[in-house]
């Protein structure tokens, strides 16, 4: 497994991005935090890697480059930088990381990743990953969610609204108690999943708080964590299978 940092052209300019080769042709795209790429994304994508994935890390905030680095335990803490965080994520709409992934997913074929692909994303990446499965569902045969916000909420870009488009799998895995993602929008994604009849997981993680699965959150939870990296590991076994 090697890291390289690269550039990916898009649409609006630049994109920075850190790329691991994996020794298959199967690829994912690993959809940030609100915090940036950083280490704890890395580690994230170095252990996918190490099971044979060539991952792409990009930066979704590339449009407002430079800013941060950001420290995922406080920065949400103090207003300058919760102001600059707020932002950041209401100045990337899902509609310009749609848009973006067809770059990302170039991306990948350059680097040999012709394959099959999954995404994954945390936090405001959970529902990027999704979208991507719909945007691009003859590419995209599997979805991962951890700890996303706002994956059926009322606004028109929410994620529960482009489900019927998806032909592979998607597992969402929830925080115990999510104030960007309660019970009722759990119910209404559930329900828009069974509806377009994707194959999904929706899996409660009790006890465990938004973004527990990052390493360099303040609410990082080891066993939590490594549970995520379990179910995250078979999931794309199972939907990758053969490409690594």
């Not at 932002?87 to 074929?109: C, K, S, V, W, Y």
């Not at 028109?156 to 999510?178: E, F, M, N, Q, T």
Request: charged share 20%.
């Amino acid at each position: 497994m090697t890291k390289r940092e690269i550039e990916i052209r898009t649409g609006d300019g630049l994109a920075k991005a850190h790329l691991f080769k994996g020794t298959g042709t199967a690829g994912i795209i690993l959809y940030m935090d609100a915090f940036g790429v950083r280490p704890a994304m890395d580690e994230i994508a170095a252990r996918l890697a190490g099971e044979g994935y060539t991952v792409l890390v990009p930066d979704l905030f590339y449009r407002n480059a430079p800013y941060g680095p950001f420290d995922a335990k406080t920065a949400f803490n103090h207003d300058e930088t919760r102001a600059q965080l707020v932002g950041l994520i209401g100045g990337t709409t899902q509609e310009m990381t749609q848009r973006d992934t067809a770059a990302f997913l170039g991306a990948l074929d350059e680097a040999g990743a012709t394959g099959p692909i999954g995404t994954v994303g945390y936090c405001m990446g959970g529902g990027r990953a999704m979208n991507a499965a719909a945007t691009y569902p003859d590419r995209v045969v599997a979805a991962a969610s951890f700890h996303g916000g706002n994956l059926a909420s009322d606004a028109p870009d929410s994620p529960h609204r482009l489900v019927a488009s998806i032909k592979g799998r998607v597992y969402v895995g929830v925080a115990g108690v999510d104030r960007s993602f309660p019970p009722e929008q759990s119910a209404k994604l559930a329900q828009a999943l069974r509806e377009a009849e994707v194959d999904h997981v929706i899996e409660n993680y009790v006890g465990m708080s938004h973004g527990w699965a990052v390493s360099d959150n303040g609410v990082f939870d080891e066993r939590g964590a490594e549970r995520h990296w379990k179910r995250l590991a078979t999931f794309f076994a199972e939907t990758l299978s053969g490409t690594v």
